[in-house]
């Protein structure tokens, strides 16, 4: 993950005067919460365990930190608020009704992350039936692999109003990490 994020920074250059980034599924933020921190200008950091709150003020002093329930709480942002939306979600918890969230909270130019897992790795043995029906409902299909999931996801981005200008993946995890370029029509 940690390439992609150079990548990010390398083909940016930070064009922004003012790089604004959320981070949805904030952990204790030692992995790639603690890359993007210090990639960014400002942040904001929620997680729903309120066991990691004293790790995240004290890791991320300048960032703003939440304790809720992200897929709630990201129906109360205003539109086109962050430069960077990062879902860093865990393996089967995609969320996909924040999909189209982030989008709606993203700035008419902006980059989001987030953690899909190809069919191949998926351990037949944790993932739950609704979890395997919501994939479905989402990809379309039961065989998902990475250049399905890069498809799905310029489909979904045409479909919330933004032309899709680079989608980077990072295949050698126990997820796949997408991160995606985004620019809204005229
Ligand atoms: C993959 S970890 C995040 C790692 C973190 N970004 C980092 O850089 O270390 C996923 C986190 O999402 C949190 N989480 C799960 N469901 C959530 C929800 N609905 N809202 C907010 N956080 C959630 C979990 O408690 C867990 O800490």
Known sequence: ?????????????RKTDHFYALETFGGR??????????M????????????????????FPC??????????????????????????????????SMYPEAFRILKNIGIIITNSI?????NKQT???????????FYKSDNVDVGHIVKTFINLAHESGYEVNWV????NSIVDTLAMKVTEYE
């Open 1 to 13: 993950m940690r390439r992609i994020l150079e990548m990010i920074n390398i083909v940016e250059q």
């Open 29 to 38: 933020g030692r992995m790639l919460t603690f890359d993007l921190y210090r």
């Open 40 to 59: 960014v200008d400002k942040m904001d950091i929620w997680e729903i365990n309120n066991e990691y709150e004293k790790d995240l003020k004290r890791r």
């Open 63 to 96: 960032a703003n930190i939440k304790i809720c329930d992200s897929i709630e709480e990201i129906k109360n942002v205003e539109d086109n608020t962050y430069n960077l939306v990062s879902m860093d979600n865990p393996p089967y918890l995609e969320p996909f």
């Open 118 to 122: 190809s069919s191949k790795k998926i």
């Open 127 to 137: 993932i739950t039936d609704e979890q395997i029906a919501k994939r479905y409902n």
């Open 168 to 171: 980077l993946v990072n295949p």
